[in-house]
């Protein structure tokens, strides 16, 4: 017999329980961060405790918000989840997910993200695999060279130039769907008294107007095994892209490995040799629904897509997202409306989750198990869920 867990909000006399209990589930190194010994605006952190009021499990729900076709959708991106090694595979996991769940819900959120260690425990709990962040090592020496454009001016930026970087990144990410706004409570107090993000900032403007920007890391030596690890590299333009390729390139002689996370789609990847790159890092990255209705009528949906199709859901965590749903999609917008009666489509929410975030079609999700039918119906008229292209990030958490 299960011995019963509670799970609750942590407050300030847990955090010192809940960075051990984290420590030593991820092998963190033994000084602690100060943003651990405080309450941090943007972020609610849950523990699970056994009957004699030990802290046996934590997650933290980050109240991100994610870009969908140019709106802001409300997300808690969960992160830190750990669980005590005597008390794991006795439902401690569960519990604390269904709690955060629950608590998102309350305070406004659509959506959740978050990167697994291993994914089965959160499949359980209804987040499914959509997509993964890509860390890819090229040859700097490989990178096009070109002359300089004389109509772009590159510069090193300062603290100064920050705002006018956060704003050419949401250019970039706003009309992409799952990235991260990077506005809020929870990134204002991580910016605060913070220099630049990194090692350097390098800025392309035209007629003094940012168009593109590369943030970096020099690491260490100037031998073979020297790596320059770009953080970020976002432009508007492909002159931009083009010039800032040509920047990161003149780093050959001296750091001859380029790392960086590629974005599909955008302005700089065309002019990256990607053909030879080879994989550094890849974290595979999964979400889930917090609240179906609010998820479909928060976002922003093509406006040349439209249509209606009932399903069924079935949310074993969040029973509120569960029953028979009209989904109505016009003009930009979409609704869902609950209806009575079985719908012919029946999906899980998983199967919700793949549509949404564009990583699979009906078709494929079907054959996974994710969405039952009758043979005589046919599952694509649920492709309007997934409208709108995939899910990207570019931020780990």
């Known amino acids: ?5 509670h799970v609750r909000e942590l407050g300030t006399d847990d955090l010192d329980a809940a960075w051990e209990l984290g420590r030593f589930a991820f092998g963190s190194d033994t000084q602690r961060p100060a943003s651990t010994t405080v309450v941090v605006p943007g972020m609610t952190r849950y523990g699970a405790f056994d009957d004699s ?8 729900d980050l109240h991100h918000d994610q870009w969908w076709s140019g709106r802001a959708v ?57 997509g993964v962040l890509r860390t890819v090592n090229v040859a700097t020496a490989a990178l096009p060279r070109h002359r300089p454009s004389p109509d772009l001016s590159v510069r090193a930026g300062t603290t100064a130039d920050l705002p006018a970087v956060a704003d050419l990144y949401e250019r ?38 940012l168009v593109g920007y590369a943030t970096w890391q020099r690491g260490r030596g100037y031998g073979a095994d020297s790596v320059l690890t770009v953080d970020e590299a976002l432009a508007v333009t492909p002159d931009a892209a083009r010039e800032l390729v040509g920047v990161l390139g003149s780093w050959a002689s001296v750091a001859p490995t380029l790392r960086l996370c590629p974005l599909d789609g955008d302005a700089v990847s065309p002019h990256l040799p990607l053909e030879s790159a080879r994989d550094h890092e890849r974290d595979l990255w999964m979400h889930r629904p917090v609240d179906v209705a609010r998820a ?29 749903w009209r ?71």
């Open 1 to 5: 017999m299960r011995d019963p867990l």
């Open 53 to 60: 009021g030990r802290l046996v499990g934590k997650a933290v």
């Open 74 to 130: 409300p997300a808690a991106d969960v992160a830190g989840v750990a669980v005590a090694p005597e008390a794991r595979g006795r439902g401690a996991g569960r519990a604390l997910l269904t709690g955060l769940l629950r608590g998102a819900r309350e305070r406004g959120a659509a959506v959740s993200a978050l990167y697994p260690t291993i994914a089965a425990p959160y499949r359980a709990c209804g987040w499914e695999t959509t």
């Open 172 to 209: 970039v990410a706003r009309h992409r769907n799952g990235m991260l706004t990077r506005r809020g409570e929870l990134f204002d107090f991580f910016a605060a008294d913070r220099g630049l993000p990194g090692d350097g900032l390098t800025l392309v403007q035209a007629d003094g107007e």
């Open 296 to 324: 479909v009528a928060a976002r922003g949906w093509p406006t040349h897509a439209r249509g209606v199709v009932d399903f069924g859901l079935t949310d074993a965590l969040a029973d509120w997202n569960t029953g028979t």
């Open 327 to 397: 989904l109505t999609v016009t003009d930009g917008t979409a609704e869902l409306t609950r209806v009575s009666g079985e719908a012919d489509l029946r999906l899980d929410v998983r199967g919700f989750a793949l549509l949404y975030a564009g990583a699979a079609q009906a078709r494929a999700v079907a054959q996974a198990g994710l969405l039952h039918h009758s043979p005589a119906v046919d599952p694509a008229a649920l492709d309007l869920l997934g409208a709108g292209g995939p899910a990207q990030l570019l931020d780990y958490f």
